[in-house]
């Protein structure tokens, strides 16, 4: 079975004494297209910003390409940011371009990663 491009094992995110994430377990397969769906305050935003290092789990890993984050070199790691885009919800985006623009901007500005 093919590797996961992002992986989430058993990630638990504490503010505090309030647990936000509990041991959440999450893969996503490359190419797949998921939409993470919860209430206002029920930790979608916490859960992504442990992608762009924004915010580390207490306990648990997150992997990309079977790779913890964890782990990463600081070379390894700036490779990896390189390679994800993170659009914020309010008024972030250019208005002349399309969503798919939007999001490719930054990763166009890098001639190593191809775009459609
Ligand atoms: N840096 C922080 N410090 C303390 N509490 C936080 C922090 N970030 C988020 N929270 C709390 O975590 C919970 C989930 O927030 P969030 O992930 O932003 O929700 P949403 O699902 O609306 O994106 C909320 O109760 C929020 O108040
Ligand atoms: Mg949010």
Redesign the pocket.
Known sequence: MTEPLIEFKNVTKR??D?T?LDRVNLKIYEGEVATII????????????QLTGL?KPDEGDVFFRGQPLAGMRRKEWHAYLGQISYMFQHNALFDSLSVFDNVALPLRGKARYRLL
């Open positions: 503010f505090g309030r936000i919860g209430k206002s305050g029920s930790g979608k935003s916490v859960l992504l910003k915010l």
